[in-house]
């Protein structure tokens, strides 16, 4: 795992124990008292402490990645809504934003609040915002889709309008990142993602002379015929790939993630457990190469990334 240096921060979700407390999408005073520190608070080591940023914590069901700019002024996540204030209850990205050393209150995403949106995650040089949708991909049709992969372009302070990712796949493409070389790794299938479900896999679109080829399931070592395999996180330099599984016989809780690597013959290793200080209970929405943060029964932790270097 030492090639996974750099980059976006990654929230890990644990369905069963959904966070609480309160989010403002509204204009409001800064809440959280950064004191120069990137993430609100001293950095942990090779043990998981708790995370306690009160803007990441919510009374809605988080339900991706959070995603930090590379000048840490910026955060975006999803959320499940459940709250009034929304228009509707899908899939909703929010932000909040570093003033004055200080985090706001979250609010509604300019490009989103009105279709299922999720995954937001920055690009290397922080002009675009990539995310999923299912927003109709014609503009005249009012017909939604599976879910297919957007992005947005910083104009000044704001961004722009959505703007499609073509890939030659029929169903969903969700959760997904992207390598350094604009290769993306993504999640589709329609299979029941519980237990055995077996036809949830990840694929990669290669980028090739500025356009996507026809994406590729994963080889067998990753993609099971009786579990999901989905989240995918791949490193910038694409030498390593996390990603979670479903009730693996390695598993040591439900959702495990996991890591495998690329040899110098570009085949992907056999995927390996990432242990026990992370993966008790759900684990999901893999991290990146500075901290992992995850999610137990009473809250939120985050560990040094380097205890995986062995991995």
Known sequence: MKSIITLILFFLFQSS?????SVNTHDGNCEVDTSGKDYGQKPPGKI????????IKTEHRIHSSTTFSSDMTEVYWS??????????????IIFSKKVKDKWT????????GEFYDGGPFFSHDGTKLYFYSKRPVDKNS???????????????????????IELDLEGEKLFFSMS??????????????????????IYCAKFINGIYAKPER?????????????????????????????????????????????????????????GSQINKGVARFPPDGRYLFFVKSNGVYWIDYSIFHDK
Do not use: M
Request: with cysteine.
């Open 17 to 21: 124990n959904n966070l609480y407390s």
């Open 48 to 55: 998981a402490i708790h995370f306690s940023p009160s803007f």
């Open 79 to 92: 959320i499940f809504p459940r709250t009034s204030e929304f228009k509707h209850r899908k899939e909703t």
């Open 105 to 112: 209150s979250p609010k509604v995403a300019s490009f989103s």
């Open 142 to 164: 009012k017909s939604e889709t599976s879910g297919e992969i957007w992005f947005v372009l910083k104009q000044g302070e704001n961004w722009g309008d959505p703007k499609h």
């Open 180 to 201: 350094n070389n604009n290769n993306i790794y993504f999640t589709s299938g329609f299979g029941y993602r519980g237990i055995g479900g077996g036809s949830v896999d």
């Open 218 to 274: 994963l080889p067998g070592v990753i993609n099971s015929e009786q579990f999901v395999e989905s989240d995918p996180f791949i490193s910038p330099d694409e030498k390593s790939l996390i990603f979670y599984s479903l009730e693996r016989p390695e598993n040591i809780g439900q959702y495990d993630l996991y890591i495998c690597n690329q040899n110098e013959n570009g085949q992907w290793t056999k995927p390996t457990n990432l």
